[in-house]
């Protein structure tokens, strides 16, 4: 009887471990301060990025300048929520530290590697939580990737509830959103039919002046 609930708990635990595998890991912080986290992380397979990627901050704050979203729920609260227009991803002065760490990031990766980034500020109630908007980019040319997986979320400070230590406040779960870019025309659907993509050479070639001032 010993012998099948010990070959049990090792399935569990091969079980459990496989799965933690499949996910991401970091491989390097390239920025990280109070108001923001900048990692590389390592995909688990291989993803044929064209890492490193050579883009000026004021090139990446432009590009993150035309990025809007709103969540994206299920019918029928979908009904509703297209009433109401996209948001800017970032504010400007988000922008402006964000933009020179990504840039650098960028310049480091591998091509198995991806650039995840937290932006922070204080939460609802700063000595509890922080509130923080959370994703990640990658280049395949001439396409840049972005996906988005948390927008203001808040997102406790403590790792354990400060009121009982067996039971941790677990942080929120990444959200769906859709993301919209301008102009749109260089928002595309990629060459693989299924994943869209900024064509950030042309945007960056074209002679659209983007709002903002510059980010050195």
């Known amino acids: 009887m010993n012998k099948w609930i010990t070959l049990f708990g090792a399935l569990v635990i091969l079980s459990l471990a496989a799965g933690c595998a499949r996910l991401p890991y970091d491989t390097m912080a390239v920025e990280e301060q109070e108001r923001l986290l900048v990692t590389l992380q390592r995909e688990v397979t291989p993803a044929g990025y064209v890492h490193p990627v050579q883009v000026t901050a004021g090139d990446v704050a432009a590009i993150l300048r035309g990025f809007s979203v ?10 509703y929520a297209e009433d109401n227009p996209p948001k800017p991803l970032l504010r400007e002065d988000e922008i402006s530290f964000l933009a020179p760490a990504l840039s650098r990031a960028l310049g480091l990766a591998g091509p198995d590697e991806r650039v995840r980034f937290e932006v922070r500020a204080p939460g609802l109630n700063p000595a509890t939580s922080r ?14 990737y972005l996906t988005i997986e948390q927008v203001h979320a808040q997102v406790p400070i403590r790792k354990s509830d400060q009121y009982d230590y067996n039971f941790p406040t677990p942080p929120p779960l990444p959200g769906s959103f859709l993301l919209y870019f301008e102009p749109g025309r260089y928002w595309v659907t990629d060459r ?9 050479r042309s945007f960056l070639k074209s002679a659209i002046v983007p709002l903002g001032g510059p980010v050195r």
Do not use: K
Not at 131 to 144: L, M, N, S
Not at 192 to 200: I, K, N, Q
């Open 70 to 79: 709103r969540p994206q729920w299920a019918l029928p609260l979908r009904w």
């Open 192 to 200: 693989s039919g299924t994943t869209r993509g900024l064509d950030y």
């Open 131 to 144: 509130d923080v908007t959370v994703g990640w980019v990658a280049v395949r040319e001439p396409y840049w």
